[in-house]
């Protein structure tokens, strides 16, 4: 049944789990843009990350806010159209289609990945062992450290969540590079790296991919992390 939302934006308060997500997906499908909002940041990081990477970056716009607030819901209504428009223009589209099929698959290569939200974690090992990397996956700091002593020099690429129970991902890198300094590691977090790093000489040279990701964004980012051209 079309509904008539091909090319319309939608927005959706409250899509980060349930009927609201169940929404969102049904809208894409329609051929829809949705700007979805929800109060809890960190389920709403992994459902953005799960809808980008099915359905495009250029059809969805997030947001964490207050929804009871009418000013954030206009505020968020009025950036929604602005960014979803720039991002389906033409020029857009086809430069990120091109980013894509530029990305050869680099096989053999080992990642250990740590991040504690379960479902981002599962999509970005999907993602990467897709593209031939071998994944080893951790929810946290403690469980990554015993699972790179069997794996010792066997590791080329750390990705790891900043903030997480047990050990966050700055403490776990600390202590693997007490082992080997020559540990690669990329960083990720929900907020912006000069909130993450605010010292501007550690940030020049410290890798990061903010969360949610693209596909194309996590490709991209572990390439140049592991040394390869961007």
């Keep these: ?6 090319d319309k934006t939608v927005f959706i308060a409250g899509a980060s789990r349930g009927i609201g997500l169940g929404i969102a997906e049904a809208c894409l499908r329609e051929g829809a843009r949705v700007a979805i909002t929800a109060r809890s940041e960190a389920p709403l990081h992994a459902s953005a990350a799960g809808l980008i990477s099915e359905f495009g970056e ?24 602005a960014s979803l428009r720039k991002k389906t223009s033409p020029a857009t589209i086809g430069k990120s289609r091109t980013a894509v099929a530029e990305q050869a698959p680099r096989v053999g290569e080992t990642i250990l990945l740590v991040e504690d939200e379960a479902a981002l974690r599962a999509l970005a090992k999907k993602i990467l062992s897709h593209h031939g990397y071998r994944v080893l996956d951790a929810a946290d700091g403690a469980i ?26 700055r403490g776990m890198v600390e202590e693997l590079r007490e082992l080997s300094q020559d540990t690669r590691v990329l960083f ?38 592991l040394g390869y051209a961007r």
């Design 58 to 81: 250029d059809r969805i716009w997030w947001r964490s806010a207050d929804m009871r607030d009418t000013d954030a819901i206009e505020q968020a209504l009025a950036a929604a159209e």
């Design 144 to 169: 990554a450290l015993r699972l790179a002593a069997g794996h010792v020099g066997e590791i080329d690429l750390v990705l790891t969540d900043v903030a997480m129970p047990n050990l966050g991902g």
């Design 188 to 225: 990720m977090s929900g907020y912006p790296k000069e909130e993450v790093f605010p010292d501007k000489e550690v940030a020049k040279v410290t890798a990061y991919i903010q969360k949610p990701f693209t596909r194309e964004t996590l490709l991209t980012e572990v390439r140049a992390a």
């Design 1 to 6: 049944m079309d509904l008539g939302l091909k």
